[in-house]
């Protein structure tokens, strides 16, 4: 028997079931003339918004496995507008600095599932704080899971967590990727990792305390008013 002799309904289940997640990264084409300041504050001088995520290859078998594909034109933004095929239920939509999470609003109430890594922000941390970077996700509205890759030594993200939120999205569906190793961390052990560094463990030598500051490092590690304490520490999962 071959596919197309199969019932519609069949087939059309076989094309829902080879939708698969992918990861997608936006960015913008700029024209090189000259605008005014209401002009750049219009988006005028964006030509288009594209993505080197190759399209999904439902859009590349046949009529009918088009026509099935549960897929959007997305980011038709700019004077010479493209198109990025886009399932917002399942794609995930990535970042490479917190400056670049305006380029979504346009899809403010679609997008629900965002990446963010900070290798194009070296002062992520001061743009997420001083700077409330991250109040802009409130505006992303369907947002329920976001990933955070974290760069060599970015532990601070553990901070940010507990002190700043992350939009609409549920704190259980947040999540940090530690690139080195591999581990998959929530918001509360990260927290846990970071104070657990900074205020009871040893040196990053392993050596312990210098006698002569141990009633300091003891005061240090007693003042919980901005650290998670040890008996905290062990009721997390």
Not at 89 to 104: F, K, R, W
Not at 133 to 144: F, Q
């Amino acid at each position: 028997m071959s596919f197309a002799s199969l019932p519609f309904e069949l087939r059309s289940l076989i094309w829902s079931l080879a939708v698969a997640p992918r990861r997608i990264t936006i960015t913008k084409k700029k024209s090189n003339r000259s605008f005014s300041k209401e002009q750049y504050q219009q988006g005028k001088n964006i030509l288009y918004q594209t993505s080197s995520t190759p399209p999904p290859a439902l859009m590349h078998v046949c009529r009918e496995s088009r026509q099935q594909a549960p897929y959007t034109r997305a980011f038709t933004a700019g004077s010479e507008p493209r198109w990025t095929w886009i399932n917002f239920e399942v794609d995930i939509l990535c970042v490479t600095s917190l400056y670049a999470i305006p380029d979504l609003l346009s899809h403010r109430s679609e997008i629900q599932r965002l990446q963010i890594r900070t290798d194009d922000d070296l002062d992520w941390y001061e743009s997420a704080t001083n700077y409330n970077g991250l109040s802009i996700l409130s505006e992303l509205e369907r947002l329920r899971e976001i990933r955070v890759v974290l760069e060599p030594g970015d532990l601070m993200w553990g901070d940010v967590f507990t002190d700043w939120g992350f939009g609409h999205c549920p704190e259980d569906n947040i999540t940090f990727l530690d690139k080195g190793s591999g581990l998959v961390l929530t918001g509360p052990q990260l927290k846990m990792v970071l104070d657990w560094r900074m205020v009871f463990a040893f040196g990053s030598e392993g050596n312990p305390p210098d006698p002569d500051s141990l009633s300091d490092e003891i005061a240090f590690a007693l003042d919980d008013s901005w650290h998670m304490t040890l008996t905290q520490m062990q009721e997390l999962d």
